[in-house]
């Protein structure tokens, strides 16, 4: 198999870009936290991400190629 | 009986459960009447586990490189030290990393050599384990060095780390332990023919991550500094411009504002806020990048590179002029009411913003021919999506907890909409999900096994608040009012919330984790990867993680018991009741909590 470079090296670069973003996003998350903040109540988060998630399956499911 | 895969192409979600097993997968669908019981349950789901050698092997060596790397990233004094390396007539002062660094840099290049040849590595893999089983103790053996190089490295490297200056026989030693350590380990995890026939068939790989690995080490330790004053620098400009955006924002609303830019301060004489660092939007657009990332890494082959990551900057940009919007309607809700201006909309308004603008770049991926290599006309309709059934409802009954939790955000008067909603989806979509259900014992015993672990798992929050508000709330109503929403309460505990739970969990996610044709999948189909990663969505969705996870298990076990998700939601019913009369008995609110 021949190896897919150039399209390989740019999804590492963005995957290592969006890790270290990642990082800077759970400091600040981390960070704030520890403050108490109200919009990162677990619950919160979890019915954000679960209504987030949720909906973007269905978006895929939408469009998603079937045999 | 086995049927060819391609005859299943209906929703198999009523069906009886049928031996379908085209790749390999083990299945956990019952063939007699003996294995319908617990026992024969267990046993089976105990015969899945860790028989293969190789399984075992690298469990043990994931476990170790996952402690070595905890162990190597304990803080210390200094991301780096100088290594003094003797010249001719003079010393050469080199960055020398501390054990944070080698733990970064080591994460970094296994990561990258994963990315960047998943394919062949995934090939090679699945060919050593079919050509051959795993020898008896030589991997054992390079494990056991491979533990002995890192803690020689944490010996040596830490305190030369606290002392600033080390020798280049230190060097020397850390450089010669460090490639120790990673070369056991590889050996211990994969037979080293493995890493010989992969290096093989790509040769650039190894070179190219090294370089990586390198590349890591330079940028964190001669740049780290660096990037971590200039961040500081990009907050601060960024908290000003949404500072001065929100001020001219709420100039055309309103003539009485109150601007000091000095102190962060925006608001009008009756309410004002302070933007702090977090607030000017930083998390969201991290939040946003990273999830719209993983989304273009996982669906790349369905997406135009590179004009997609054009939706990356598009979306910052989005989500920056959201939190503007976000704030300048913070301050004129605040002027109506403080209250549920800070602790309603402050707290849930980001996460809808956030919600609606990434879901309208994801559908914008989806229908834009720029971004979609599929057909955008080939979508079809919600009512025929084929996971509508299983999503939209708990979809329907968040969001209508999180819009509700903007006005009542102590005492949810509003729930009974939450029961309208959720039921008003469950009776729209109850034709396609025709649930049968054989009455038996077993799902209810799982019921309150489930209860027992909850309360066991479940960790308390402030009991005394919580309580104190749903008394005061409750109080606050008539008794006839109170006995309505008591009894709208129960019944979403008791119906509508296990099976809007139980459609989505263990009707759609664990079987979409067996295949991306869920509805292909009969239900009651085992594998560890739907088992569970569905129970610990299940767990990351209610604040008691563990708890959740662990009664998600069970509700799992229902459903592998006989193939039928209505007993999975039966045994979650009777949990959840099981549960409102303990409340309602010992006026224990802050369970419900």
Redesign the interface.
């Known amino acids: 198999m021949k190896p897919r470079f150039p399209k390989a090296v740019l999804l590492t670069a963005i995957c290592l870009f969006l890790l270290g973003f990642a990082g800077t996003a759970l400091a600040h998350w981390h960070h704030h936290h520890h403050h108490r903040a109200p919009e990162l109540d677990p619950t919160l988060v979890g019915s954000g991400l679960a209504v987030l998630g949720g909906s973007v399956l269905l978006l895929i499911e939408r469009y998603r190629r079937r045999r | 009986m086995t049927i060819a895969r391609?005859a299943a192409e209906k929703n198999c979600l009523t069906e009886e459960p049928i031996s379908v097993a085209p790749r390999g997968e083990r299945q956990l669908v019952p063939k007699a009447r003996a294995e319908y019981t617990a026992f024969g349950m267990a046993s089976r789901m105990i015969s899945l586990a860790p028989k293969s050698p190789w399984l075992v092997r690298w469990v043990l060596s994931s476990l170790l490189l996952l402690a070595g790397l905890f162990f190597s990233s304990m803080p210390v004094s200094r991301f780096f030290c100088w290594a003094e390396v003797p010249l001719h007539n003079d010393v050469l002062y080199l960055p020398f990393p501390t054990r944070f660094f080698l733990a970064a840099v080591i994460a970094?290049t296994m990561?990258?050599a994963l990315?960047?040849?998943w394919?062949?590595f995934r090939e090679e893999a699945r060919r050593i384990v079919t050509e051959s089983t795993t020898s008896g103790a030589g991997w054992a053996v390079w494990l056991l060095l491979y533990v002995l190089a890192v803690a020689g490295l944490s010996r040596l490297v830490d305190p030369i780390s606290r002392n600033g200056i080390v020798t280049a026989s230190h060097v020397l030693s850390a450089t010669i332990l460090t490639l120790s350590a990673v070369a056991t380990w590889c050996l211990a995890a994969m037979p080293a023919r493995f890493w010989l026939r992969w290096a093989g068939?790509?040769p650039?790989?190894f070179p190219?991550v090294a370089a990586?690995g390198v590349l890591a080490y330079v940028v964190g330790a001669h740049y780290a500094p660096l990037v971590a004053g200039t961040?500081a620098t990009l907050t601060d400009s960024l908290e000003r411009s949404v500072l001065w955006m929100s001020f001219f924002g709420l100039r055309l609303f309103t003539k009485d504002v109150i601007f000091e830019p000095e102190h962060n301060l925006i608001g009008t004489h009756n309410f004002s806020v302070d933007i702090d660092?977090?607030c000017a939007g930083?998390?969201g657009?991290?939040?946003f990048?990273?999830?719209f990332?993983?989304?273009?890494?996982f669906?790349?082959r369905?997406l135009r590179?590179?004009h997609v990551?054009a939706l990356l900057p598009i979306g910052a940009v989005v989500l920056w002029y959201l939190n503007i919007i976000r704030i300048v309607a913070l301050i004129l809700l605040g002027n109506w009411s403080a209250s549920i201006a800070?602790?309603g909309f402050?707290?849930?308004a980001?996460?809808l913003f956030?919600?609606a603008a990434?879901?309208a770049l994801?559908?914008t991926s989806?229908r834009m021919r720029a971004f979609?290599k599929?057909d955008?006309s080939?979508?079809?309709s919600?009512h025929s999506?084929?996971?509508?059934p299983f999503?939209?409802p708990?979809?329907a009954i968040?969001?209508t907890?999180?819009i509700a939790?903007m006005f009542f955000y102590d005492f949810d008067v509003l729930y009974p909409l939450r029961v309208l909603v959720g039921g008003g989806a469950l009776w729209f979509y109850w034709r396609r999900i025709s649930l049968r259900w054989r009455p038996s014992w077993a799902p209810v015993v799982l019921g309150v096994l489930a209860f027992v672990a909850w309360s066991i798992l479940r960790r308390g929050p402030d009991a005394g608040g919580i309580n104190a508000s749903i008394s005061a709330g409750l109080g606050s109503l008539s008794p006839g009012e109170a006995a309505t929403w008591i009894m709208f309460r129960v019944a979403g505990a008791v119906m509508i919330a296990p099976i809007a739970e139980e459609l989505?969990f263990r009707g759609?996610i664990i079987r979409?984790l067996v295949s991306?044709?869920f509805e292909t999948v009969v239900p009651g189909r085992f594998t560890w990867v739907s088992f569970l990663g569905s129970s610990i969505l299940f767990g990351?969705?209610?604040?008691q993680?563990l708890a959740g996870t662990a009664v998600g298990m069970i509700f799992a076990f229902a459903l592998y018991r006989r193939g039928s998700i209505a007993d999975a939601m039966v045994s979650h019913g009777v949990a959840n009741g099981v549960l409102a009369a303990q409340v309602l008995a010992t006026r224990q609110w802050f369970l419900w909590g």
């Open positions: 391609g970094t990561t990258a990315f960047l040849d394919g062949t068939r790509n650039w790989l190219t990586i961040l660092r977090p930083w998390e657009i991290g939040l990048c990273t999830l990332g993983t989304y273009l890494w669906y790349r369905e590179f590179p990551l800070i602790q402050h707290s849930v980001g996460w956030f919600n990434t879901l994801v559908a989806r979609a599929t955008p080939s979508g079809t919600i999506n084929p996971a509508s999503l939209v708990l979809i968040i969001l907890a999180m939790r989505a759609y979409k991306a044709e990351a969705l209610h604040a993680w």
